[in-house]
């Protein structure tokens, strides 16, 4: 537990009887002054055994289905052969953030290979990591506690720290986190910010006996737990202002051991100062780069910050009146905001006003301040000018720490002040109505249908949610419904390429319907680089060679990806021109038309000299033809490619050899 240095808890003395009942913020450790809580020697296990309980109403949800990209990155992390090559491509190349996060894409595939693949497995490995971060809140909180105000006893910084690590764990808005699979992600990049908190709060407490060989190894110990949080979600570099924000609230007192000497000085600056100069130097640097995302998005880097206020406000008020009604895994309904809205100007204004009120104001309400600065520093990524989705609920999971910090520090002091015993009771109230909520929503959770519903009705104007209720209407035979959900789609996004192309997708399942074929041509030539082109495309195409779409003529669909063709011709984007050119290949297929899918891959491989995804393709159509000598040209073909241009595919190549191999042989016998 955290102590500051000078500061010692006080024992009773023990000639002196204790009251049947005191105030838990006297300074006495004896353990009749907790009658009714937890025993003195057996708090600590005690506690650990009641943060597991508070899993338990997760449970309900942990049969629930995959959901919305879990299936898009938990299969590009299986890594299905098992080969060495496979393994580390899975691992370092999923398409998620700007590094990739190998480490969560290990996890992924761990549970893959070695614990299972069904939702539930994936979904109890979450929850199981979610109780061990709830384990390193109560101590955190314990710590910050004791920071904020030093003349708070041991024990009572140690149960005010559980009961704050209660809320957190146990809130509803927690459900998005924990039973969303791919959001291990957050899940686990929280575990390191908080293991490297809880790390730094102790050191701090040591004195260095040997300064630069103790700054060395506590700069490395601290710096490789962040790069490891890092490599899980890149929300960990906010490691630094995360400390800072605990810094500013803490007591003068507790300041000075942050920087009570030389060696504590020095690693305080690289755990703090220097990584913030360096970051808001690559951002100053990297700008351009950093917001080249704006061009697919169908919303401004303005909009973007104006709306931003907006949402964080929304989030607070589902934190601190925590209905359920209000959350969501589809909140897509985020209404923009624009620089010409005088509120706009004024909550981006009031923002910036409380983080520095936090600050100037923290002697009068520490646990206030700290709640504050914790909550904008959670978001400092996600919420602010990155080209990322406007809103999500899982950019919460730790953010709502800062909050309920607050909330249960006040709570927790009001209520055990009293000499009432039914009153001190009372803290179990907040606790009881977030397990509500929590188990009624993991239960919404459990069935995909189930699901769905209370997202649209909770949700009506969210174009996500009304467009994953399509394929359950389509499924259960309303046409009529599953039509008048893709024009409120539409209307709901005018400017995006995706709502367009749900036509299509209607189309393969209702003879006749009309395809905006023409609106769609005209919307990528005016927004080639918008994200969601290609993926439909690519979903689109699948389509006819997984043999779904049976309404819809492969030829009208091949003359629409020839006219795609011809825009990114004349743009000049080789990558688009190859994926499209495969696209016309899978319609050959579909047709059995092999060798025109043969000349169309020989023709998408001319065409991106430095391209891969067309020659993999080609090397297994020949292989599957049994022309193994054309196949063993391709192969080679793309291994001097893979060579020059994507060394970490070189898996696909030593593959695609192992087969060519065994059909030789087989073809030997």
Same mark, same amino acid.
């Given at each position: 537990?955290?102590?500051?240095?000078?500061?010692?808890?006080?024992?009773?003395?023990?000639?002196?009887?204790?009251?049947?009942?005191?105030?838990?913020?006297?300074?006495?450790?004896?353990?009749?002054?907790?009658?009714?809580?937890?025993?003195?020697?057996?708090?600590?296990?005690?506690?650990?055994?009641?943060?597991?309980?508070?899993?338990?109403?997760?449970?309900?949800?942990?049969?629930?289905?995959?959901?919305?990209?879990?299936?898009?990155?938990?299969?590009?992390?299986?890594?299905?052969?098992?080969?060495?090559?496979?393994?580390?491509?899975?691992?370092?190349?999923?398409?998620?953030?700007?590094?990739?996060?190998?480490?969560?894409?290990?996890?992924?595939?761990?549970?893959?290979?070695?614990?299972?693949?069904?939702?539930?497995?994936?979904?109890?490995?979450?929850?199981?990591?979610?109780?061990?971060?709830?384990?390193?809140?109560?101590?955190?909180?314990?710590?910050?506690?004791?920071?904020?105000?030093?003349?708070?006893?041991?024990?009572?910084?140690?149960?005010?720290?559980?009961?704050?690590?209660?809320l957190w764990e146990i809130h509803p808005i927690q459900v998005s986190s924990?039973?969303?699979?791919?959001?291990?992600?957050?899940?686990?990049?929280?575990?390191?910010?908080?293991?490297?908190?809880?790390?730094?709060?102790?050191?701090?407490?040591?004195?260095?006996?040997?300064?630069?060989?103790?700054?060395?190894?506590?700069?490395?110990?601290?710096?490789?737990?962040?790069?490891?949080?890092?490599?899980?979600?890149?929300?960990?570099?906010?490691?630094?202002?995360?400390?800072?924000?605990?810094?500013?609230?803490?007591?003068?007192?507790?300041?000075?051991?942050?920087?009570?000497?030389?060696?504590?000085?020095?690693?305080?600056? %690289? @755990? #703090?100062?220097?990584? +913030?100069?360096?970051?808001?130097?690559?951002?100053?640097?990297?700008?351009?780069? &950093?917001? =080249? *995302?704006?061009?697919?998005?169908?919303?401004?880097?303005?909009?973007?910050?104006?709306?931003?206020?907006?949402?964080?406000?929304?989030?607070?008020?589902?934190?601190?009146?925590?209905?359920?009604?209000?959350?969501?895994?589809?909140?897509?309904?985020?209404?923009?905001?624009?620089?010409?809205?005088?509120?706009?100007?004024?909550?981006?204004?009031?923002?910036?006003?409380?983080?520095?009120?936090?600050?100037?104001?923290?002697?009068?309400?520490?646990?206030?301040?700290?709640?504050?600065?914790?909550?904008?520093?959670?978001?400092?990524?996600?919420?602010?000018?990155?080209?990322?989705?406007?809103?999500?609920?899982?950019?919460?999971?730790?953010?709502?720490?800062?909050?309920?910090?607050?909330?249960?520090?006040?709570?927790?002091? %009001? @209520? #055990?002040?009293?000499? +009432?015993?039914?009153?001190?009771?009372?803290?179990?109230?907040?606790?009881?109505? &977030?397990? =509500? *909520?929590?188990?009624?929503?993991?239960?919404?959770?459990?069935?995909?249908?189930?699901?769905?519903?209370?997202?649209?009705?909770?949700?009506?104007?969210?174009?996500?949610?009304?467009?994953?209720?399509?394929?359950?209407?389509?499924?259960?035979?309303d046409i009529e419904k599953a039509t008048s959900r893709v024009k409120t789609?539409?209307?709901?996004?005018?400017?995006?390429?995706?709502?367009?192309?749900?036509?299509?997708?209607?189309?393969?399942?209702?003879?006749?319907?009309?395809?905006?074929?023409?609106?769609?041509?005209?919307?990528?030539?005016?927004?080639?680089?918008?994200?969601?082109?290609?993926?439909?495309?690519?979903?689109?195409?699948?389509?006819?060679?997984?043999?779904?779409?049976?309404?819809?003529?492969?030829?009208?669909?091949?003359?629409?990806?020839?006219?795609?063709?011809?825009?990114?011709?004349?743009?000049?984007?080789?990558?688009?021109?190859?994926?499209?050119?495969?696209?016309?290949?899978?319609?050959?297929?579909?047709?059995?038309?092999?060798?025109?899918?043969?000349?169309?891959?020989?023709?998408?491989?001319?065409?991106?000299?430095?391209?891969?995804?067309?020659?993999?393709?080609?090397?297994?159509?020949?292989?599957?033809?049994?022309?193994?000598?054309?196949?063993?040209?391709?192969?080679?073909?793309?291994?001097?490619?893979?060579?020059?241009?994507?060394?970490?595919?070189?898996?696909?190549?030593?593959?695609?050899?192992?087969?060519?191999?065994?059909?030789?042989?087989?073809?030997?016998?």
């Open positions: 537990m955290l102590q500051l240095p000078g500061r010692a808890a006080l024992p009773a003395p023990s000639n002196t009887r204790q009251p049947a009942v005191a105030k838990l913020n006297s300074h006495s450790d004896s353990p009749g002054l907790y009658r009714g809580f937890f025993l003195h020697k057996s708090s600590k296990w005690l506690g650990l055994f009641l943060l597991a309980l508070g899993v338990l109403p997760f449970a309900s949800g942990l049969h629930g289905p995959f959901l919305l990209d879990d299936i898009s990155n938990l299969d590009g992390a299986r890594a299905a052969t098992g080969s060495v090559g496979e393994l580390v491509y899975a691992i370092i190349h999923n398409d998620t953030g700007l590094l990739r996060r190998p480490l969560a894409n290990l996890s992924f595939l761990i549970n893959y290979h070695w614990i299972g693949h069904d939702p539930f497995d994936y979904k109890l490995v979450n929850l199981i990591l979610h109780w061990l971060n709830a384990c390193l809140v109560w101590r955190l909180a314990a710590g910050v506690i004791g920071l904020l105000y030093p003349k708070r006893e041991c024990r009572y910084r140690e149960f005010c720290g559980l009961f704050i690590a209660a924990v039973l969303y699979i791919v959001q291990r992600m957050a899940e686990m990049s929280a575990f390191f910010i908080l293991w490297a908190l809880v790390v730094f709060l102790r050191l701090i407490q040591k004195p260095a006996t040997k300064p630069f060989r103790d700054i060395a190894l506590r700069t490395i110990g601290l710096g490789t737990i962040v790069i490891l949080g890092v490599l899980s979600k890149e929300n960990a570099v906010l490691f630094p202002c995360f400390l800072l924000a605990i810094y500013f609230a803490a007591s003068e007192s507790a300041q000075s051991s942050f920087v009570r000497d030389a060696p504590s000085k020095v690693l305080f600056a %690289l @755990m #703090t100062w220097i990584p +913030i100069v360096l970051g808001l130097a690559i951002v100053i640097v990297g700008f351009q780069w &950093l917001t =080249a *995302g704006y061009a697919s998005r169908e919303y401004t880097l303005y909009d973007r910050i104006f709306t931003e206020p907006f949402v964080l406000l929304r989030y607070l008020y589902t934190m601190l009146i925590p209905n359920i009604g209000n959350m969501g895994l589809y909140i897509d309904d985020m209404p923009l905001h624009h620089a010409d809205e005088p509120f706009a100007w004024f909550l981006l204004l009031a923002t910036f006003s409380v983080a520095l009120g936090a600050i100037v104001w923290r002697r009068y309400a520490p646990a206030l301040a700290f709640s504050i600065l914790w909550f904008l520093s959670a978001h400092l990524l996600e919420s602010t000018f990155l080209p990322l989705e406007i809103a999500f609920e899982h950019r919460n999971y730790l953010a709502l720490f800062g909050p309920m910090f607050a909330f249960g520090y006040y709570f927790f002091g %009001l @209520m #055990t002040a009293s000499r +009432i015993n039914s009153l001190r009771l009372a803290c179990t109230i907040p606790i009881a109505i &977030l397990a =509500a *909520g929590t188990t009624v929503r993991a239960h919404q959770w459990s069935d995909v249908r189930f699901f769905l519903e209370h997202e649209v009705a909770n949700h009506p104007l969210s174009a996500r949610a009304q467009n994953a209720a399509v394929e359950l209407d389509i499924e259960s035979g789609v539409q209307l709901l996004k005018p400017g995006v390429f995706w709502p367009l192309s749900l036509d299509f997708n209607l189309a393969c399942d209702i003879p006749e319907h009309k395809v905006q074929w023409d609106k769609m041509l005209l919307h990528i030539e005016q927004k080639p680089s918008e994200a969601s082109i290609m993926g439909m495309l690519q979903y689109d195409a699948r389509m006819y060679l997984n043999s779904t779409c049976a309404n819809v003529d492969p030829e009208i669909f091949d003359d629409f990806l020839m006219k795609v063709l011809n825009i990114y011709r004349v743009k000049n984007q080789p990558t688009k021109i190859e994926e499209l050119l495969v696209l016309r290949s899978y319609i050959a297929k579909s047709k059995h038309q092999l060798q025109n899918a043969r000349e169309i891959l020989h023709a998408a491989a001319q065409a991106n000299p430095d391209g891969v995804i067309a020659l993999s393709d080609l090397a297994y159509l020949e292989l599957n033809s049994d022309n193994l000598d054309d196949a063993s040209a391709v192969i080679e073909q793309l291994a001097d490619r893979v060579r020059r241009s994507s060394p970490s595919r070189q898996f696909e190549v030593d593959e695609l050899r192992r087969y060519l191999s065994e059909a030789k042989t087989a073809q030997v016998r």
